[in-house]
C-alpha cells in the first residue's frame, strides 16, 4: 500500500526516511523501542540540512584534546599546591601536548589554514568557535609554558603564574566545545545542550585523571583517581539524562558506528573506573599489581573519553544527513503549538 | 566590537532599516506559476561564475542540482503528486507537478552569520547576509548552523559560498541574475515589505479561485528566524519542498548554552578541588593512610 498511499499523500520518494526508520527497527529488536516510527515527508529522502564538513580525526579529536588539557591542568595546579611533584609533571606535561594538539587539529580542518589568523580578526560571544580560538590562544601558550618550566626546573615563578593561568582556563577550554557543537542546527547536537557540556568535562576529567593514573608515580596519583572517577560518574548521568530527555533525536546516538563508539565508551568507562577504583583499595596487594591495575585502567578512561567523543561526533553527522530528525521534531512542535492555540481561545469564546 | 553590531534601528512599522536609511531588499518566490524552465539557475551560476558541479542525471524527476549548497545558489525543485481526479472526469491523469526555485532565505536573525568566528559572513546595506569571500577560513561553522541546509563548502577551494543576492547587482541598482532571468515573474525582487503584501494578496487570490493548499512560507517576522529576507508561496507542505516546517535559529538558545556550559566548568573544577580535598582530609584523619 505504501507506494500509492504516499503518492496519494503527496509524498515523493522517501525512500531513505523509511529505510532510516526500519534499519533502527532491526538493530534495535531485542531492546524496547524508545519511540514509535515516525511518519514523515520529505523531498527524495534528501537531508534538509546540510551535513557538517567537519572531519575525524580532526574534530573529535580537538574535542577529546581539549578535555583532556583542561582536566590536566587543574591536576597541575592542585599537584603543585599539595607538593606532588611528579603528578605535576605528567599533567603539565600531558595538557600542553594535547592544547598544542588540539590547536593543529583545529587548524588542519579548515578549508584555507593559511587563514587561521583571521580567527582572531573579532571576538564574537555569538560564535563558540571565537571564543574558543580566544581562549586557545591564551591557554595553549600557557600550558606550554607551565610544561616547559616543570620539566626545565628553570623560571620557577613565571612556571607557578602559567600554571595558575592553565588552570584558570582549562575548565572553559574543556566544556565549551559544547557550545560548539550544539550552537548548530544538528539535531543530536543542538537538542543535548543542557547536558553537554557536563558530558564533555566529566569526559575531560576522566581522561586527565585516565592519563595521571597512567604515568604519574603511584604514590602521588588519588587525586587523579578521585578525579577520573569523579568524571566517569559525571559524563555516564549527564549522557543518560540526554538521551532520556531528547526523545527521537536521541536514536542516532544508539545506532551506526555512533552507537557502536558510545557503547564502546560506556564499557570502557565503566571498566576503567571499577579498576581505578579497585587499585586504590587494600583489596589488591600494594606495589606492582596495583601499579599495573592503575595504568591499565587509566588507559581504559582514556579511550572511553575518546570513544564517548567520537560517539558524539559521529551521531551529530547521522542527525544532520537523515531529514527525520529535523522534520519530524518541527513538525511535531507546529501540531501542539496548534494545539495550544485552539485551547486557549476556547476561553475567549462567548459562553454557551 | 565587531563586523555584526552595527546600529540597526527599528522603523515604527517594526520593519529593519539599514545604515543609509536603505530598505532591506529580498525576494517573493512565487512557485505557483514556478514553469520549471531553470532559467534562475543558469543565470545565477553565469553571472556569479559559480562553478559546474556535476552533471549527472539523479532520477529526481527533472532535478538534477538536488539540492542548495557552495556550486548551486539556486535551485528548482521537481515534485510529481498524483491527485485524486475530480469526479466530473474533468481533469485528465490526475498528476500535479510542483516545481519551486529555492535560494538563501537572508534570514533576520541568521545563524550562519552569528557563528562565523572570523566575521566574513556579514549583513549588508540591503539587510542580505553575504560572505566576504577574501577574509573566509572555511572554518564550516556556518554549514550545519543554517536551517536551511544552504551555506555549504567549495572543496577544491576550502571556503564557504552561497547567494549574495547579487550584492554587486543590487549595489549598481540592478535587480538579482535570477530574478531578471525568471520568465513568470515566480522570482520577485523588491523591497521586502512590499514584497509581503504583494504576498498576501497573491495567496488570498488563489485562495479564491480554489487554490486551497497554497500559503506562504517565511514571511512571518514572529517565525523562528525573525522571517526570511527571502520567503515562498507554497502549494504543499515545506518539508515536500526539502524546507524544514518551522526554522529556528540556534544562536536564540545560546544564552542557555553558555549558562549550562558555565555551569559543567565551574563543576569540573569544583570536581578537581574536592579530589585533592578528600586526599588531604583522608591522609589527616588516618595516620599511614594512603600518601
Redesign the interface.
Known amino acids: 500500500m505504501s507506494a500509492?498511499k504516499a503518492?496519494?499523500r503527496?509524498?515523493?520518494?522517501a525512500a531513505s526516511g523509511v529505510h532510516g526508520a526500519r534499519s533502527w527497527r532491526r538493530k534495535r529488536r531485542a531492546e524496547q523501542a524508545m519511540v514509535p516510527p515516525a511518519e514523515?515527508?520529505?523531498?527524495?529522502g534528501?537531508?534538509?540540512?546540510?551535513?557538517?564538513?567537519?572531519t575525524a580525526p580532526d574534530i573529535p579529536g580537538y574535542l577529546f584534546l581539549g578535555g583532556l588539557a583542561?582536566?590536566s591542568s587543574?591536576?597541575a595546579a592542585?599537584a603543585d599546591?599539595?607538593g606532588r611533584p611528579g603528578l605535576s609533571r605528567v599533567a603539565k606535561a600531558g595538557a600542553a601536548a594535547a592544547g598544542g594538539v588540539s590547536m593543529i587539529a583545529l587548524v588542519h580542518?579548515?578549508?584555507?589554514?593559511t587563514?587561521?589568523l583571521?580567527?582572531l580578526?573579532?571576538?564574537?560571544?555569538?560564535?563558540?568557535?571565537?571564543v574558543g580560538?580566544w581562549l586557545l590562544s591564551g591557554y595553549v601558550p600557557a600550558a606550554g609554558v607551565a610544561a616547559a618550566t616543570a620539566l626545565t626546573g628553570r623560571l620557577p615563578r613565571v612556571g607557578a603564574a602559567a600554571t595558575a593561568g592553565a588552570a584558570l582556563l582549562g575548565?572553559?577550554v574543556?566544556?565549551?566545545t559544547?557550545?560548539l557543537l550544539?550552537?548548530?542546527?544538528?539535531p543530536a547536537?543542538?537538542d543535548g545542550?543542557?547536558?553537554?557540556?557536563?558530558v564533555?568535562?566529566?569526559s575531560?576529567?576522566m581522561a586527565a585523571?585516565g592519563l595521571c593514573l597512567l604515568a604519574a608515580p603511584a604514590?602521588?596519583s588519588?587525586?587523579?583517581?578521585?578525579?577520573a572517577l569523579?568524571?566517569q560518574v559525571?559524563e555516564m548521568t549527564a549522557f543518560e539524562r540526554m538521551i532520556r530527555r531528547i526523545g527521537m533525536v536521541a536514536e542516532p546516538y544508539h545506532v551506526g558506528r555512533a552507537g557502536t563508539y558510545v557503547r564502546i565508551g560506556q564499557v570502557l568507562g565503566a571498566l576503567g573506573a571499577t579498576g581505578a577504583a579497585l587499585s586504590?583499595t587494600p583489596a589488591l596487594p600494594a606495589g606492582q599489581p596495583r601499579r599495573i591495575l592503575a595504568a591499565v585502567s587509566g588507559a581504559a578512561l582514556i579511550g572511553a573519553s575518546v570513544a564517548t567523543r567520537w560517539g558524539v561526533f559521529h551521531a551529530?553527522l547521522a542527525s544532520?544527513k537523515d531529514?527525520k530528525y529535523?522534520?519530524v521534531p518541527?513538525?511535531r512542535?507546529?501540531t501542539e503549538r496548534a494545539a495550544a492555540a485552539t485551547s486557549h481561545q476556547a476561553p475567549h469564546m462567548p459562553p454557551g | 566590537?565587531?563586523?555584526?553590531d552595527v546600529q540597526i534601528s527599528k522603523r515604527p512599522d517594526g520593519m529593519d532599516s539599514y545604515p543609509g536609511g536603505q530598505q532591506r531588499m529580498g525576494f517573493f518566490t512565487d512557485t505557483s506559476v514556478c514553469i520549471g524552465c531553470k532559467a534562475c539557475e543558469v543565470a545565477c551560476k553565469e553571472w556569479n561564475h559559480v562553478p559546474e558541479d556535476g552533471l549527472a542525471l539523479t532520477g529526481?524527476s527533472y532535478?538534477n542540482s538536488?539540492?542548495?549548497?557552495a556550486d548551486t545558489w539556486r535551485h528548482v525543485?521537481f515534485?510529481?503528486?498524483?491527485?485524486?481526479v475530480p469526479a466530473d472526469g474533468t481533469q485528465d491523469g490526475g498528476l500535479?507537478w510542483l516545481m519551486s526555485s529555492d535560494v538563501c532565505k537572508h534570514c533576520t536573525h541568521a545563524?550562519c552569520l552569528?557563528?562565523?568566528?572570523?566575521?566574513?559572513l556579514m549583513r549588508s546595506e540591503f539587510g542580505t547576509v553575504v560572505v566576504q569571500e577574501d577574509?573566509?577560513?572555511?572554518?564550516?561553522?556556518c554549514?550545519?548552523?543554517?536551517?536551511?541546509?544552504?551555506?555549504?563548502?567549495r572543496k577544491e577551494?576550502?571556503?564557504?559560498w552561497k547567494c549574495t543576492l547579487c550584492y554587486d547587482r543590487l549595489g549598481a541598482g540592478m535587480e538579482p541574475a535570477c530574478a531578471k532571468a525568471c520568465p513568470t515573474d515566480s522570482i520577485q525582487f523588491g523591497p521586502l515589505d512590499e514584497l509581503r503584501e504583494r504576498a498576501e494578496i497573491r495567496v488570498d487570490q488563489l485562495h479564491e479561485a480554489g487554490e486551497a493548499s497554497a500559503r506562504l512560507y517565511g514571511n512571518d517576522p514572529a517565525d523562528g528566524i525573525g522571517g526570511d529576507g527571502a520567503f515562498f508561496l507554497l502549494l504543499?507542505?515545506p518539508?515536500?519542498?526539502?524546507?524544514?516546517?518551522?526554522?529556528v535559529v540556534?544562536?536564540r538558545?545560546?544564552p542557555?548554552?553558555?549558562r549550562?556550559?558555565?555551569?559543567?566548568?565551574?563543576?569540573?573544577?569544583a570536581?578537581?578541588?574536592?579530589?585533592?580535598a578528600?586526599?588531604?582530609l583522608a591522609g589527616r584523619l588516618g595516620p599511614g593512610a594512603?600518601?
Open positions: 500509492t503518492a496519494g503527496g509524498r515523493p520518494v514523515f515527508r520529505s523531498y527524495y534528501k537531508p534538509v540540512l546540510n551535513p557538517p564538513v567537519w583542561g582536566g587543574l591536576l592542585g599546591l599539595t580542518d579548515l578549508g584555507r589554514p587563514r587561521f583571521n580567527m580578526r573579532v571576538f564574537k560571544v555569538t560564535s563558540p568557535m571565537s580560538s575548565p572553559a574543556a566544556s565549551y559544547a557550545a550544539s550552537d548548530t542546527a544538528v547536537w543542538h545542550y543542557p547536558e553537554l557540556p557536563f564533555f568535562t566529566g575531560g576529567a585523571g604514590g602521588e588519588a587525586p587523579a583517581r578521585h578525579l569523579l568524571g559525571m586504590g551529530g544532520a531529514p529535523t522534520v518541527q513538525r512542535r507546529l | 566590537m565587531t563586523a555584526i529526481m532535478d538536488v539540492g542548495l549548497g525543485a515534485i510529481e503528486q498524483h491527485k485524486p500535479r545563524a552569528d557563528v562565523c568566528p572570523t566575521g566574513a577574509i573566509c577560513n572555511g572554518c564550516g561553522y554549514i550545519p548552523a543554517c536551517p536551511y541546509g544552504v551555506i555549504d563548502q577551494d576550502g571556503r564557504a504543499d507542505e518539508e515536500v519542498y526539502g524546507l524544514p516546517p518551522d526554522p540556534t544562536t538558545d545560546l542557555s548554552m553558555w549550562h556550559v558555565g555551569a559543567a566548568a565551574l563543576t569540573l573544577a570536581a578537581a578541588a574536592a579530589s585533592f578528600t586526599e588531604a594512603r600518601r
